[in-house]
């Protein structure tokens, strides 16, 4: 990076920082320091959950599966629309009238506070351990670029986000998702038109692309129904559905924001924005790792885009092997551009299989003279070429944009986590009639304490595969669970809060014991915690004497 790039990188981290305290007035109070006093616009709502989502995660992630595996993963959204409008129709208003802080405070009136502590702790495990491998995503950027540690990239992050967060609430967080969301979009956008303009002219978009679709990059559905595969039409339908229920319903992080808005309207048209542009949004980022693959095609790549090790491999006892993969490497991308510039499919196939068999064999060699079984190249792709391909300027602009990514998503869920800690546990169990200058001072504390937390999670996850897997498996443990409780809670007047409960506790069994026996792919995971919670619950409820007089809010 140049010094222009890491101008506008300061610049853009001072400027979120400055914004952040700027937005700190009017917090002085719970009520505005958590949900912004109910004062927010649906569309600024509606952007702060997209760019709670739009984490470096999707940027990094998301483009480096693309890259690897095409757009098959936009079916894990299609669940998504009718979550939006089951979610408008049911869990919002509930919540708007209720007048709750979280979505687990609502539990303790409808069944009993051991519900809501419960549901309430496993949304701070869950959401705790994604927060940190959402700052994983631009600790890998910054490292790879300054060869710096992990450690301390993920606290040049960290840091930042920290202040403007602890200092200015959820209202800060807000109104800085919307500027961020702007530099994400526009960073994105502009590494479209340098990847395009890649492409040789004699060769054309077009072309280049159906070499793409030869490999199967651009089969975008699958509809095998097979509980095995994570990505296919029917695990995006039915696994994505609840999942969505669950992170939109009942995941704190998301249901904060919609209790912003200035009333049920502006909230349901908050989640419909997401219904309406996640799908394009997130066809965006899919098609930008594609297109990488095809600016690779004709531009030459590293063998490995994961370059950490080169030094102790090439001093290693498989430096000899490991350079002939590389001569080996050189000779295969020729072929297969040759190829490409041919419009020879067949050959192209050839020269891409060896290719990809040269790499395997590259990352064995890796892991055998380190011995990092958890090496891998996938959230390396976007930011080798971001970093090596993009032009001056433009490249400060991507990381910048990372940086925003990581940002917003990341206080998002850090405000989250300080809320649902003090209002779940600290002023329900311990300090129960304080002011609320005591409250906002350990809410601080809180944020500051959770941040830490995540830092350390951060740091061991960089390694873990695709980190937009990664993210959604963490989840999945918890989510469909979460979300059978909600469904006791809201739909069925017959539950009680025994059933809810044990049910709970049952759900989650269940989907740990599957997760770590069965190969079933995660996203299955949700509709199994789900059926469970909701039959063992009404089970035992079932078994209660005058388990139909339930009272509600």
Known sequence: MRSLDWAIVLAYIVWVVVDGLRRAKGTDKIDGYFVANRSLPWWVVGLS????????????GTTGQAYLTGLRFIQFYFGLPLAMIILSVTVVPFFHRAKVFTAYEYLEPRFDVRVRTLTAMLFLVGRAMSLGVTLAAPAVVISAILEWSLPMTVLIICVPMIVYTSLGGVQAVAWTDVKQMVIIVSGMAAAVVILILGIPRDVGLGPALHMAGATGRLRALDFRFDLRETYTVWSGLIGGLFLMLAYFGCDQSQVQRYLTAKSIEEARSSLMMSAYVKIPLQLLVLSTGVLVF?????????MLFNRAYDARVAAGPRAADYAALEQQFTAAFDERRRAAEQ????????????????????????????????????????????????????????????????????????????TATII???????????????????????????GLFACVVAMSAANQGSLIEVVNRY???????????????????????????????????????????????????????????????????????GCTDIHTV
Do not use: C
């Not at 891409?352 to 891998?376: P, Q």
């Not at 002023?427 to 906002?440: E, I, M, S």
């Open 424 to 450: 779940d546990f600290y002023r329900r169990h311990f300090v129960t009639a304080a002011t609320d200058a005591h409250y906002l001072s350990v809410s601080k504390l809180a944020t500051i304490g959770w």
């Open 343 to 418: 419009a020879d499919r067949a050959a192209f196939l050839a020269a891409d299989d060896r290719v990809r068999d040269i790499r395997a064999r590259a990352v064995a060699i890796v892991k055998d003279t380190t011995g990092d079984e958890g090496y891998n190249d996938v959230n390396y792709v976007f930011p080798t070429f971001i970093t090596t391909r993009m032009p001056i300027g433009l490249v400060g602009l991507m990381i910048a944009a990372i940086f925003a990514a990581a940002m917003s998503a990341s206080a998002g869920e850090l405000n989250s986590l300080a």
């Open 49 to 60: 959950v997209m760019a709670t989502q739009m984490s470096a995660v999707t940027l990094v």
């Open 294 to 302: 095809v600016f690779y095609v004709f531009q030459t790549p590293p």
């Open 475 to 545: 989840g999945s443990f918890f989510y469909g669970s979460l979300l059978g409780v909600f469904i006791l809670a809201i739909l069925t007047r017959r539950a009680t809060a025994a059933g809810a409960f044990w049910g709970l506790i049952a759900g989650m069994a269940v989907v740990l014991t599957v997760a770590f026996t069965l190969p079933i792919a995660f996203l299955w995971h949700n509709l199994i915690g789900a059926v469970v919670v909701v039959t063992v619950g009404l089970a035992i409820s079932a078994m209660a004497p």
